[in-house]
């Protein structure tokens, strides 16, 4: 067996030691006082919007910012889009095609990566859904004009994926988490992006949007400085400059699941310009309560994955209790555009119960802007969605992006994005 083989092997041995050994037990909770989002660090009430966007929301903001995700270190120095592929006729005619590159220039160094985008015909523009995939572009669809990424691609047996390199055995292989013919008959477009070839998913930062930022001898991001969460949700932003340019979209809804989730949230809390926000799945670090400590925890995240977050996270592992925000407060700087949280049933790594009382704790920021949100503190009975500007489902089954999220998403957005 070769080391990469006994490597992956290793990590997955520990991150299933890690879920097993979680507490799944609701009576084992520890008891914490949840960060109030009205109220001050200092102590302030806030009692309007006004007094919300002057006051607080900043230092939510900031606090994030610096302590959770990282700060991007700064401005590129150029940017552009090109349009290498356009087409009138994908879907059986349904859809338009069309694949952008974008370029981001630092430095005298780049990294392109590849948006792919379908717009339903039929009106001359139309709402889209915004979300990476794990595999490359090409295992959304089975569609043959898409090429295959050249980005390091994680390995996966099941995928035909060995040596980091997609090939054509991943065409389509994750259509099933993206219900593009229903987007599409329901008046929705979907563009998308390997996360990949925004930043590689792997502990080093040799490679990836943060090293175009880098000085001489710098190999990796400062304490305060943006871990992969953060390069992701840089990369959204930056494929919104596209979007809200292209002249065939609306409105731009960030979607993602799991740790893209995580990213998605972050990509809405840092750009007003996304008209709404769906995290599915995210779970810790994303949408979930931390100081619940209910199955994947700081700690655990933190270890596992030590590049998604800033250095500066790692004072709160095991210590959650001295974190001044929680999840609900990043949840909060989304307001008052809509958002969506969804969980699912098996998930309990993701802590469901979590991902539901941070949707309604941020409500109350919703309400100063006279937006509905959960007002229920009783988490609902499994497919039964509460459909308001907050909105939250959990359905049954696993971690996974399945046709009924999907529908429940495509029923909202028609309700509530403008
Ligand atoms: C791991 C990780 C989660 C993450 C998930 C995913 O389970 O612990 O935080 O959300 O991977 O991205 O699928």
Redesign the pocket.
Known sequence: MNIRIIATILLFSAMSFAQSEANYDETKVPKFTLPDALVTFSGNHISDHVQWEADRRFEIFQFFERQVYGKVPGRLDEYSFKLIEESNDAYGGKARRKQVAISLKKNKKSITYNMLIYLPKGNPTAPVFLGYNFYGNHTVTSDPKVPLTKSWVPNNESFGIKDNKATEASRGVRQHRWAIEKMLDNGFGLATIYYGEVDPDKNDFSDGVHELFYTEDQTKPKTNEWGSIAGWAFGLSKAMDYLENDGNISNVVVFGH??LGKAALWAGATDKRFAGVISNN????GAALSKRKFG?TVGK?NT??PHWFADSFLKYNDNEKTLPVDQHQLLALIAPRPLYVASAFDDR??DPKGEFLSAHYASKVYELYEKEGIATEQIPEVNQPLQHTVAYHIRTGK?DVTDYDWEQYITWAKAFIQ
């Open positions: 799991s740790r995210s779970g810790c670090g994947e995240i596992a994955f790594w993701a971690h």
